[in-house]
């Protein structure tokens, strides 16, 4: 293990680095959006053009890593001492790492995924038929639920295990630091893992945030009559930086817990609305149907790259993207995920992080996705032609279809924005951890520095106009971070194994 005093010098290094590289991010795309642009979608067609196989082959082994832990000889250790009890309530804390995790992307893509995969399926599967539909939810499921789910949770529960029961830094690099041997390869091994983690996290919410952006800006388009103008953009992200900005000085257990509470609130509101007012039974039937259809084509779709039918495009720009984009979103998340997460056995950390968001998001695209087929069918369509045009048009041209639409398009605006300063909240207070020595409460100052940074790269990006930049900067992190999770979760492997209370009590 390194030694403690140079952690302060090692914070200082990651801090002002990290914070240099990313301002200077940020004004290459006010000066240059072209050729941020170039750049950063080359790194991520490179990514998905040679190694994304092994994307999916990573997190597949993920997944199975996930159920061996929840229900093998680790499920009952505590992520603290044996008698340490969970800090908050488990509704609280179900709401904060769903909010945190993928709320906002949900909002997103839950109408416009499956109406793509709908209209326009990969594979030989005949265009808007009933085969298409069902293949739409197995691919959506796949694409949120458990492989996404999966890669948070391992992240997450390596850091827990070390922040909580080892006492040790909330770090990306603690693992490494806490397993390797001490000596200076280790030490710059560390800085190098926090400062990639930096980057990971940095770019995968300035993706996200740029993409709420987007679907606010299309959404006061719809709702007020309002020109899409890159000026638009620009007036959404101050207010949003201001909300978050705000939030990020209250605190964790009042502005991150309480804006994610009501996240929840209106997202069961706003599911309720749709249950009630569309067509339930079809919901339902769909829901069913996805579950069955999701475990059936489980172990066939988490090795299906649909090489052979010569659409690797279509892999590389659905199944592979997101993959990646969660293991991008990973450092974020699981730092954020295990920070909340004290007190729990790694068993109800399992279950808790991967089945009931899993379960969630599968009702939460059966719902939407199931209803926006129907509309296709049913009830005039033109949902894809929307989506084919616009993607961040499509949840409100949907809305247009539901009693109360002018209402529920303005709480669907107010839903999203408040998702974005939660997930911009939430991002900035772990950068702020992962660059003040691990602190669990890092200082009102520096969380308002982080804040105001990428904020500076978020309108960066939005200048460049493109979405594709957006998904591009969401994982342009993933690929250096893959190999510091590996070596992660090695160590972590080898310290559960030697945990006193594992050596003490006898095998099952």
């Not at 250790?77 to 609280?92: I, K, M």
């Not at 706003?270 to 149907?289: A, D, K, M, Q, R």
Request: aromatic letters at 12%.
């Amino acid at each position: 293990m390194d030694d403690p005093a140079d952690k302060p010098r090692s914070g200082r290094v990651v801090l002002v680095v990290s914070f240099l590289i990313v301002v200077g991010f940020g004004i290459w795309g006010l000066v240059s959006p072209a050729l941020l642009t170039e750049a950063s979608t080359g790194v991520v067609n490179y990514i998905l053009g040679t190694i994304g196989w092994f994307y999916l082959l990573l997190t597949t082994i993920f997944v199975g890593l996930s159920v061996w832990l929840a229900f093998g000889r680790y499920g009952k250790l505590r992520l603290g001492p044996d008698d340490s009890r969970p800090e908050f309530s488990t509704a609280s804390w179900l709401a904060m790492l769903f909010a945190g995790g993928m709320g906002a992307g949900l909002v997103f893509w839950g109408v416009a995924e499956p109406v793509t995969h709908y209209a326009f399926p990969p594979g030989e599967v005949e265009p808007a038929s009933a085969a298409s539909a069902r293949q739409a939810m197995v691919l959506v499921n796949l694409h949120w639920g458990l492989h996404a789910w999966a890669i948070y949770a391992v992240c997450s529960l390596v850091l827990a295990y070390f922040m909580f029961r080892r006492d040790m830094p909330g770090l990306i690099s603690t693992p490494i630091r806490a397993t390797l041997p001490a000596g200076r390869g280790t030490r710059i091994l560390g800085i190098g893992s926090d400062l990639i983690a930096v980057f990971a996290v940095v770019f995968g919410l300035t993706g996200s945030l740029v993409l709420g952006v987007m679907q606010v800006r299309a959404g006061i388009t719809e709702v007020f009559g309002i020109a899409p103008t890159t000026g638009v953009s620009v007036i959404v992200l101050g207010i949003l930086t201001a909300g978050y900005l705000l939030s990020a000085s209250t605190g964790l257990s009042k502005g991150i817990q309480l804006l994610s509470n009501l996240n929840m609130a209106l997202v069961i509101l706003l599911l309720l609305v749709v249950l009630v007012f569309g067509p339930t039974s079809y919901i339902f039937e769909g829901f069913v149907n996805s579950i069955g259809d999701y475990i059936s084509a489980l172990p066939a779709f988490s090795f299906r790259l649909l090489s052979w039918e010569g659409q690797m495009d279509w892999s590389s720009a659905w199944t592979l993207t997101f993959l990646i984009w969660w293991v991008a979103f990973a450092p974020f998340v699981g730092i954020f995920i295990a920070r909340i997460s004290r007190g729990r056995t790694i068993r109800e950390f399992c279950l808790g992080v991967i089945l009931i968001p899993t379960l969630f998001s599968m009702f939460w695209f059966a719902t939407f996705g199931s209803t926006a087929i129907w509309i296709e069918n049913e009830a005039g369509g033109g949902l894809a032609e929307m989506v084919r045009e616009d993607t961040a048009t499509a949840l409100f041209g949907f809305l247009d279809h539901m009693p109360l639409a002018g209402f529920l398009r303005i709480m669907a605006l107010v839903l999203i924005f408040i998702f974005l300063v939660t997930s911009a909240d939430s991002g900035t207070f772990v950068i702020s951890m992962m660059t003040s020595e691990g602190r669990l409460n890092p200082t009102t100052r520096l969380k308002l520095t982080w804040g105001i940074a990428i904020a500076l790269l978020t309108l960066a990006v939005l200048l460049s106009g493109s979405l594709e930049v957006a998904k591009a900067m969401s994982i342009f992190g993933a690929l250096p971070f893959t190999l510091i999770l590996i070596i992660q979760v090695v160590g972590f492997l080898r310290s559960l194994r030697a945990d006193p209370s594992i050596k003490e009590s006898p095998r099952p």
